[in-house]
C-alpha cells in the first residue's frame, strides 16, 4: 500500500514535523535476529512509510490497505479451551418455590446431598421454607452456598442461627468468624450488637463454637499477616453479599474472598441478583469446591403496584399481586399526565432542567395520599424521597395530621427521654434533638444520613415498635435495615446521582418496594409510585417488572493492597486481578468477542473496493480534511470569537453526538456558572437557546435529553431548545427575521418553511461565517490551519478521481471497509482487556484510590511537623469529609497554609501520575480532597460545643458526626504509620487530635449495646 501515497502528499507538514521525524524507530522482533547490513536496509527502504505515518497524524492509516494478515490476533489464533474457567454446573432436584443449583470443578462427579440423620442443628418455632430448607441442607452437607432472595426473605437469622444458637444481631461493619463449626459474617450496612461469648450446646453439637468480632476492614490485614486464628477458621457468612458491587466497600469483599484458604466453606446471603450462578462459578473456579445456588423470587406478601400521576387524583393500579404489568392503566395515567400538563403544567414551549411537563406534585399531593393511607388504615407507610432536604420538607407538609393515640405519644416521649438521657444538657437543645420529638408524638418520623446516630437510631426503635406511622427516609432505609412497611411511597421516579437527574433503575425500585409488605401480618403490600413527567410503556414496564441490578465485581487495586501484596511472597498484584471477580466475568464475555471477530474478519475480507490504493489516497486526503475542519471549529466555537454573531435570527448547525438537528434559529444566548465542588474558579457555561426542528414524541416528554430530530419522513415541531455552545458545529452567515412571540405554534412552524427556502436558495450549501474575513480571527495558529486545509483542497481537486462518476459509491465502500477495520482493531483490544492484559489493569486501576500515596508525601516531606495537634486534625478532615456543601469557608491562614501546601503535593502526584501515562485529571484529583469543614474540625479540637460548630457550616448535623468518626479512624491509622517509621513526635500528634475530637455527642454511644 505504500505506493499509494505520492512522497509529497502530506509535505505541508514536512516543515514542523522535521524534528519528529528524526527520532529513531524501535527495534522490530523481525530485525532482531539480523545483521546491521540488513536490518539498516530494511530501515532504509520503510522510511519513508514511517515519515508518512508520523506526517499524516491520521488514526485511519491503520484502517486501510492492501489485503494482508492482521497485525493483531486473530480469531482463529485464540483457543478458548485453554481460557475459559473449568466449571460446570449440576441442577439439582427441589420442591416448587425456589430453584437449586450446583457448580462443580470441571473434572467432579456431582454426589447428591445427603440427607438430615437424627435431631436438627436448630429447631424453629415455625416450618422453614423451601429456599431455606435447601440452604441448611448444603450446610450439613459441609458445602459452600449462595442464597438468594427477596428482601425480608428470611436469609440472615436462621443461617446465623445454624452456627450460633444466642441471640443474634449483626454489627455495623463487621466480621463475625469461629473456631472449629466456625463462621465469619460480614455485613456493610447492618446493625447492632455485643460479642458473643463461646459457648457448648449438646442440643446442637459437641463441637465448642468461639464467635468474634472484629471490623471488616481489619480481616483482609490479619489475612495478609497469616494470623493464626485465621487458620482455624472452617466457616465464613458474607451477609448482603449483593453490596460487593459496592465501589467504596466491594473492595474489601473482594479481596476477603480472593484471601481465604481453600478449604474454608462460604455462605453468601444476597438480595436477588440475576447472575447468581456467574458468581457461584467464580468461588467455584477460585477455590476449586462445589458452591451451590439456591434462588427464589417467591415473595411471601404479595404487591400491589399503584401510579399516583401528578395532577391527578386517583390511584392507578399497574402491577397487580399477580406480577401481571396493567398497560391500559399505566397509559391512562399516563394521559391524565398530559391533560394536568396541557393545563396547569410547563406549557410555556421551553424546557424544564429537571425534564418535568406535566402536573406539579406539590404539597398537596404527598399530603393527600399519606392522609388516605391513614383512613383506610394501610399504615405504617415509608416514603421514600431522594434527598435529604425533600424528607424534612415533606415531613412537616403532614405534620398538621396525628397518627398517634394519646398513651402512644407518652411511649414516644419515654423512649426518646430514655435514649437522649447520655446527652449533656447543651446538647439536648440542638434544634434536631428539640424539633424532632413533636413529630415523633405525631407518628411522624425522618430518617436520613444527615440526622444525628442517635436520634437515627431511636427512630429505628419507634418505628420498628409500630409508634411510627409514616417515615419520611431516603434510599439507605432500604439498605440492609430489615424494617417493612405495610405501605411504601415514592415521591419522584427520578433521582440525581451525582452527575445527572434520571430515572430510577430496577433494581433500586425492587430494593425499596421490597419494604412493603409484613409477613404474617398483611396480606398483601402496597407501593405507590408518584410520577411527575410522563414515560412510555417500556420504560415504566421495565422499571416496575424489571430484573434486579446484577452483581458485577467494583473491585480494583489500592496502593494499601499492592504494599500489602509485596509483602506476602506467594502472591502479586497480578495474582489478584488474576482471581478477582471482576477478571472473571470479563473471561465470560470471552466467547462473544471472538465470534463478533471472525465475523468482522469475513465482512472485511469481502469487500472489493475498485483501484484500492488510489482510492486509499483520496480517502485519507478527506479525511485529513475533516480533521481540519474540527479543529476550525474550535476556533470559532471559543465564547470570544462567536458570541458577538449569535443574534437572534442566526441560523446554526447543531448536532449531539449521533442527533444531527440540522440548522435551527438562535433566539437568545445566556451565561451559567458552574461552580466547582471544592470551590475553585468559577466555570463559565453558554447556552444558547435555539429553535430546532424536533420530534413530535420528544416534544410531548418536554425532557432536554429526550430532545431528538425527526426521523426520515416524519413531520416534526419546532421547538424552543437550550443548546450548550460546543454543541454548534457550524455558525451561518444567514439571519431571520423571527417573531417576537415564539409561544404560538404556528409562529415557530413558520420558521421551518423559512429554513426550507434557505436551502433551496443555496443549494450547494448554506454559507458559513468565514472565520478570518466575517469574524475576525487573527490567531496565527489558526491561519497554519487554513493553509493546510487550502494544500489538501489542491490535492483533492486535482486528483483523478474527484471526477470520477462514482466517486461516492466507492468512497462509501472504502468508509465502511475503514469501519470494519476499526471495528476490528477495538474487538482485539477487547479480548486482550478480557483475556489477560493483567500489567495494564494494574496501572489503570491503582488511580480509584492514591490517598494512601498522598499522605504518605505529606509525612515525608515534613508537612505535618510545624503543625499543632488542632491544624493536622482539621487538614485530614479533606480526605475523609466526601459529601457536597453549598458553602466554601474562608478559612484563616492558620488552616489555608496547610491546606496550600497539600494541594501543591497533590498537584505534583497528580503530574507525576501523568508523566506515568496514568488517566488522572489535576483539578478532578484535587476536588476530591475537601476543605469545607476544615473550619469546624478545627473550632471543634479546640473545644467548642456541637452546637456552636453546627452554626459555622449548612452541612447536616449527622454528617459532619459521620466525618468526625471516620477521621478519628484516619488519626488511628496515622498514629501506625507515624510509629512504624519511628517518628514519635508526629505519633503523639495524632494521638492528641483523637483525644481533642474523640468527646460528647459526636462519639455518644449506639442505642444497639
Request: proline share 5%.
Given at each position: 500500500m505504500a505506493d499509494a501515497f505520492g512522497d509529497d502528499l502530506f509535505s505541508v507538514f514536512d516543515e514542523e514535523q522535521a524534528g519528529s521525524s528524526k527520532k529513531a524507530a524501535p527495534k522490530s522482533a523481525a530485525q532482531a535476529g539480523k545483521s546491521p547490513d540488513q536490518a539498516g536496509k530494511q530501515q532504509a527502504d520503510s522510511a519513508a512509510g514511517r515519515k508518512r505515518d508520523a506526517d499524516s497524524d491520521a488514526p485511519d492509516e491503520l484502517l486501510l490497505g492492501k489485503r494482508q494478515k492482521l497485525e493483531t490476533v486473530s480469531a482463529e489464533e485464540i483457543n478458548l479451551s485453554e481460557l475459559m474457567p473449568k466449571v460446570k454446573a449440576e441442577q439439582v432436584e427441589t420442591v416448587e418455590g425456589c430453584?437449586?443449583?450446583?457448580?462443580l470443578p470441571a473434572d467432579e462427579e456431582y454426589t447428591p446431598l445427603k440427607p438430615r440423620v437424627g435431631k436438627a442443628a436448630k429447631e424453629y418455632p415455625f416450618i422453614l421454607d423451601s429456599f431455606q430448607r435447601e440452604a441448611i441442607l448444603c450446610l450439613d452437607n459441609n458445602q459452600s452456598v449462595l442464597v438468594s432472595a427477596h428482601t425480608s426473605a428470611g436469609k440472615t437469622i436462621y443461617m446465623v442461627d445454624y452456627f450460633d444458637p444466642s441471640e443474634f444481631v449483626l454489627k455495623f461493619e463487621t466480621f463475625f468468624f469461629c473456631t472449629q463449626v466456625r463462621h465469619c459474617s460480614g455485613s456493610p450496612r447492618k446493625a447492632a450488637s455485643d460479642l458473643h461469648q463461646p459457648h457448648q450446646s449438646s442440643e446442637q453439637s459437641e463441637v465448642q463454637r468461639d464467635v468474634r468480632r472484629v471490623p471488616g476492614s481489619c480481616y483482609p490485614s490479619m489475612l495478609y499477616r497469616g494470623s493464626e486464628v485465621m487458620r482455624e477458621v472452617a466457616w465464613v457468612i458474607f451477609d448482603e453479599i449483593h453490596y460487593m458491587r459496592d465501589s467504596e466497600r466491594g473492595v474489601v469483599w473482594e479481596e476477603t474472598i480472593i484471601l481465604l484458604p481453600d478449604n474454608v466453606h462460604h455462605v453468601f446471603l444476597s438480595a436477588t441478583i440475576p447472575n447468581a450462578r456467574q458468581f457461584a462459578e467464580w468461588i467455584c473456579h477460585l477455590h476449586k469446591q462445589p458452591c451451590h445456588v439456591v434462588y427464589t423470587d417467591y415473595r411471601p406478601t404479595p404487591l400491589q403496584h399503584y401510579i399516583f400521576p401528578a395532577g391527578g387524583d386517583g390511584l392507578h393500579l399497574v402491577v397487580d399481586e399477580n406480577g401481571e404489568f396493567r398497560e391500559d392503566n399505566f397509559n391512562t395515567a399516563m394521559q391524565v399526565l398530559r391533560d394536568a400538563g396541557d393545563t396547569g403544567g410547563n406549557a410555556g414551549g421551553k424546557w424544564d432542567p429537571k425534564g418535568r411537563k406535566g402536573g406539579t406534585k406539590g404539597p398537596s399531593n404527598v399530603f393527600k395520599?399519606?392522609?388516605?393511607?391513614?383512613?383506610?388504615?394501610?399504615?405504617?407507610?415509608?416514603?421514600?424521597?431522594?434527598?435529604?432536604?425533600?424528607?424534612?420538607?415533606?415531613?412537616?407538609?403532614?405534620?398538621?395530621?396525628d397518627f398517634n393515640t394519646?398513651?402512644?405519644?407518652?411511649?414516644?416521649?419515654?423512649?426518646?427521654?430514655?435514649?437522649?438521657?447520655?446527652?449533656?444538657?447543651?446538647?439536648?437543645?440542638?434544634?434536631?434533638?428539640?424539633?424532632?420529638?413533636?413529630?415523633?408524638k405525631r407518628g411522624i418520623g425522618i430518617h436520613h444520613g444527615g440526622l444525628l446516630p442517635i436520634l437515627k437510631e431511636t427512630i429505628e426503635i419507634l418505628f420498628s415498635e409500630g409508634l411510627i406511622k409514616a417515615l419520611f427516609a431516603t434510599e439507605t432505609f432500604a439498605m440492609g435495615i430489615n424494617m417493612p412497611a405495610r405501605t411504601v411511597l415514592f415521591t419522584s421516579a427520578r433521582k440525581f446521582d451525582g452527575k445527572d437527574f434520571r430515572w430510577i433503575t430496577s433494581g433500586e425500585y425492587i430494593q425499596m418496594s421490597g419494604r412493603a409488605g409484613r409477613r404474617g401480618m398483611d396480606e398483601r403490600g402496597i407501593v405507590i409510585f408518584m410520577v411527575d413527567e410522563k414515560m412510555s410503556p417500556a420504560v415504566g414496564k421495565?422499571?416496575?417488572?424489571?430484573?434486579?441490578?446484577?452483581?458485577?465485581?467494583?473491585?480494583?487495586?489500592?496502593?494499601?493492597?499492592?504494599?500489602?501484596?509485596?509483602?506476602?511472597?506467594?502472591?502479586?498484584?497480578?495474582y489478584m486481578l488474576e482471581k478477582s471477580f471482576y477478571q472473571f466475568q470479563h473471561y465470560r464475555a470471552v466467547p462473544g468477542v471472538v465470534e463478533k471477530m471472525k465475523k468482522l474478519e469475513e465482512e472485511y475480507n469481502a469487500i472489493r473496493i475498485p483501484n484500492e490504493e488510489s482510492m486509499v489516497t483520496y480517502y485519507k486526503i478527506r479525511q485529513q480534511l475533516a480533521k481540519l475542519s474540527k479543529e476550525i471549529e474550535e476556533f470559532i466555537h471559543k465564547p470570544r470569537y462567536c458570541l458577538p454573531f449569535l443574534q437572534p435570527g442566526r441560523l446554526v448547525m447543531v448536532k449531539k453526538e449521533d442527533l444531527d438537528f440540522g440548522w435551527g434559529i438562535v433566539?437568545?444566548?445566556?451565561?451559567?456558572?458552574?461552580?466547582?465542588?471544592?470551590?475553585?474558579?468559577?466555570?463559565?457555561?453558554?447556552?444558547?437557546e435555539v429553535l430546532l426542528h424536533c420530534s413530535k414524541d420528544s416534544v410531548k416528554n418536554a425532557a432536554t435529553e429526550a430532545a431528538k430530530p425527526p426521523g426520515p419522513g416524519e413531520k416534526g415541531e419546532m421547538q424552543v431548545v437550550p443548546v450548550i455552545l460546543h454543541l454548534i458545529t457550524s455558525i451561518s452567515s444567514v439571519r431571520l427575521y423571527i417573531p417576537k412571540d415564539l409561544r404560538p405554534y404556528e409562529?415557530?412552524?413558520?420558521?421551518?418553511?423559512?429554513?426550507?427556502?434557505?436551502?433551496?436558495?443555496?443549494?450547494?450549501?448554506?454559507?458559513?461565517?468565514?472565520p478570518i474575513d466575517d469574524m475576525g480571527i487573527k490567531d496565527p495558529a489558526l491561519k497554519k490551519v487554513i493553509q493546510k486545509v487550502e494544500a489538501f483542497e489542491h490535492r483533492m481537486f486535482t486528483h483523478p478521481l474527484h471526477s470520477d462518476p462514482n466517486l461516492e459509491a466507492v468512497y462509501t465502500l472504502c468508509e465502511k471497509k475503514a469501519l470494519v477495520k476499526n471495528k476490528i482493531l477495538l474487538s482485539n483490544s477487547s479480548y486482550f482487556q478480557h483475556s489477560g492484559s493483567f500489567l495494564n489493569h494494574v496501572v489503570l486501576l491503582c488511580v480509584h484510590s492514591a490517598d494512601e500515596l498522598l499522605l504518605t508525601e505529606m509525612v515525608f516531606n515534613g508537612l505535618f511537623n510545624d503543625l499543632t495537634a488542632e491544624q493536622a486534625t482539621a487538614l485530614l478532615s479533606c480526605f475523609v469529609f466526601q459529601e457536597n456543601a453549598n458553602e466554601m469557608p474562608k478559612l484563616t491562614e492558620q488552616l489555608a497554609g496547610p491546606l496550600r501546601q497539600m494541594q501543591e503535593c497533590a498537584k505534583r502526584i497528580a503530574k507525576v501520575s501523568a508523566e506515568a501515562k496514568l488517566d488522572v485529571d489535576e483539578d478532578t484529583y484535587l476536588n476530591q480532597f475537601r476543605p469545607h469543614l476544615m473550619d469546624v474540625v478545627y473550632t471543634w479540637a479546640n473545644g467548642s460545643s456541637f452546637s456552636?460548630?453546627?452554626?459555622?457550616?449548612?452541612?447536616?448535623?449527622?454528617?459532619?458526626?459521620?466525618?468526625?468518626?471516620?477521621?478519628?479512624?484516619?488519626l488511628r491509622q496515622m498514629c501506625q504509620a507515624a510509629k512504624a517509621i519511628g517518628n514519635t513526635e508526629l505519633e503523639n500528634k495524632f494521638a492528641t487530635g483523637i483525644t481533642k475530637i474523640k468527646r460528647d455527642i459526636v462519639f455518644a454511644a449506639s442505642l444497639y449495646l
Open positions: 430453584t437449586h443449583e450446583v457448580v395520599i399519606v392522609k388516605m393511607i391513614m383512613e383506610r388504615n394501610f399504615q405504617p407507610v415509608i416514603i421514600f424521597s431522594f434527598s435529604k432536604k425533600e424528607c424534612e420538607a415533606y415531613a412537616l407538609q403532614v405534620a398538621k395530621l394519646d398513651d402512644e405519644k407518652k411511649l414516644v416521649e419515654e423512649v426518646f427521654n430514655n435514649a437522649t438521657d447520655c446527652l449533656s444538657d447543651e446538647d439536648k437543645k440542638l434544634p434536631q434533638v428539640e424539633h424532632v420529638l413533636p413529630l415523633l421495565q422499571l416496575l417488572k424489571g430484573s434486579a441490578d446484577p452483581l458485577n465485581s467494583a473491585f480494583h487495586l489500592t496502593y494499601n493492597m499492592v504494599l500489602n501484596l509485596l509483602r506476602v511472597e506467594e502472591i502479586n498484584p497480578e433566539v437568545s444566548f445566556h451565561k451559567k456558572t458552574n461552580v466547582k465542588a471544592a470551590g475553585g474558579d468559577a466555570d463559565p457555561l453558554f447556552v444558547v409562529n415557530r412552524q413558520s420558521m421551518l418553511k423559512s429554513i426550507q427556502e434557505v436551502q433551496k436558495r443555496f443549494p450547494d450549501g448554506v454559507p458559513l461565517l468565514d456552636q460548630i453546627c452554626k459555622m457550616t449548612d452541612v447536616f448535623e449527622g454528617s459532619i458526626i459521620r466525618c468526625m468518626r471516620r477521621l478519628e479512624e484516619l
